[in-house]
C-alpha cells in the first residue's frame, strides 16, 4: 500500500510538472509567433483610435462571428448601439447567437453592395479584413459613406497582400489576398472620405519576419 502511494505521489508530480512546463511553453508563444494578432491588444486599439465611448453608434460590417460586436458592445453602453452586419443569412444567425443578450446590438443581412444600414445612422464604421473581399467597392464605398454621420469615422483594418495565400471564395479574381495601403488610400479617398491617418503600430500578425496587418481612419467630410 505504501508503495503504491509513493508511486501515485510521482505520477501527480510528474503530471504538474508537465502541465506546468506545457503552460510555460504556451506564455512564450507570442501573437507575432503564432500568425494571429492578439484579441485583447487589439481591441484596445479598436477603442482608443475611435474614440469609443457610452452612447455612440457604431456598426461592425462584415463581423464574421460576431466577437468585435460583442466588445463594441460593452464600449458604448447600454444608450449605444451597435449594427453588426453581414452577407448571407447563415453568418447572420451565428452573429444573433453571439449577442445574445446584448440589447443593444442590431444585427442586419447587407449585400455585396450595401451594408444594409440607415442612412447616416453612425458615429463610427469597423471593417475589419473585410475590405479587400468587395465585390463592387464603389457602391459598397458609397454606402459606407452614406451611413456615417458629417464627419463620422471609418476605421479600415486589412493586411498587405499574402503571397502565400489563394483567393478564397468570395474574394475577386482580380483582387490579391490582402490589400496594399496605397491602393486602399486611393480608392477610399477616391469615393468622397476624407483620409485622417494610418495607425502606427496596429497589433499584427507576422509572416516571413514581417507585420501584415494595418489600419487606417477615415471621416465623411463634415460638409
Not at 44 to 65: C, F, Q, R, S
Request: net charge negative.
Amino acid at each position: 500500500m505504501q508503495w503504491r502511494k509513493v508511486r501515485e505521489q510521482g505520477a501527480v508530480m510528474r503530471n504538474g510538472l508537465l502541465a506546468g512546463l506545457v503552460l510555460t511553453l504556451v506564455s512564450f508563444i507570442s501573437p507575432a509567433q503564432d500568425g494571429t494578432a492578439d484579441f485583447a491588444n487589439e481591441t484596445k486599439k479598436i477603442a482608443d483610435v475611435l474614440e469609443l465611448g457610452p452612447g455612440m453608434m457604431v456598426a461592425d460590417v462584415g463581423a464574421g462571428d460576431g466577437r468585435y460586436s460583442v466588445f463594441l458592445s460593452g464600449q458604448v453602453g447600454a444608450s449605444g448601439r451597435i449594427y453588426a452586419t453581414e452577407i448571407d443569412q447563415e453568418k447572420v444567425d451565428a452573429i444573433n447567437k453571439s449577442v445574445a443578450g446584448k440589447s443593444n446590438v442590431t444585427v442586419l443581412l447587407g449585400k455585396q453592395d450595401s451594408t444594409g444600414l440607415p442612412d447616416q445612422c453612425c458615429d463610427r464604421i469597423l471593417l475589419r479584413r473585410v475590405y479587400h473581399h468587395l465585390h463592387q467597392q464603389g457602391p459598397m464605398l458609397k454606402s459606407l459613406l452614406d451611413s456615417l454621420k458629417p464627419g463620422g469615422v471609418l476605421a479600415i483594418v486589412d493586411f498587405l497582400p499574402r503571397q502565400d495565400l489563394t483567393n478564397p471564395d468570395g474574394t475577386p479574381d482580380d483582387h490579391e489576398h490582402g490589400t496594399s495601403v496605397e491602393k486602399l488610400i486611393e480608392q477610399v479617398t477616391g469615393h468622397g472620405f476624407e483620409l485622417v491617418r494610418r495607425v502606427e503600430g496596429w497589433p499584427s500578425r507576422v509572416v516571413d519576419g514581417k507585420e501584415t496587418d494595418y489600419c487606417v481612419l477615415f471621416r465623411r467630410p463634415a460638409r
